[in-house]
């Protein structure tokens, strides 16, 4: 199937769903582009400030980086080509260099590790019982690690 073509019909959900599946099986490669995900959480105000002493970065090295973290975590092969909506990458200035994901309505996530059970959720249509630590509500890595499988 050439692109997403018209998902809404079932025949064409049906032959997606049938060479996803295959894919899978065969452990091919599946390129998913998060930002068509229009259930994502993301809010384009949640940014760093002015004053932040961060900058924003281009996401290819996270979404690489992202894509093995979730393949290896859940037995796909998964290869991320774009950050679900009002999501972006920022680097903190020197003399540190910590990168984090800001788009989160309650934070931001300081690694790819964290972010990873909050994609699991966005891709599986679940951001209302995600168990991530920001949806949990617990910040700066004080929340219990879950696991989904």
């Not at 599946?21 to 390129?31: D, L, S």
């Not at 973290?69 to 903190?92: E, I």
């Not at 951001?127 to 617990?138: I, K």
Request: with cysteine; proline share 7%.
């Amino acid at each position: 199937m050439d692109g997403f073509g018209d998902l809404m019909s079932p025949d064409a959900l049906k032959q997606l769903q049938a060479e996803i599946a295959k894919k899978v099986a065969n452990n091919e490669e599946i390129r998913v582009p998060l930002h068509f995900l229009y259930w994502s959480d993301g809010k384009e105000d949640k940014v760093p400030g002015p004053n932040s002493k961060m900058t924003q970065q281009d996401p290819e090295e996270y979404l690489e980086v992202l894509s093995k973290k979730y393949s290896a975590d859940y037995d796909v092969n998964l290869v991320f080509t774009s950050l679900p909506p009002n999501c972006t990458v920022w680097k903190q200035n020197p003399p540190r260099s910590d990168i984090y994901l800001y788009g989160h309505p309650r934070g931001r996530f300081p690694s790819v590790d964290q972010f990873t059970y909050h994609v699991w959720s966005l891709l599986n249509n679940k951001v209302a019982e995600c168990d991530c630590r920001l949806c949990e509500g617990n910040v700066r890595g004080q929340g219990k690690d879950k696991d989904k499988t």
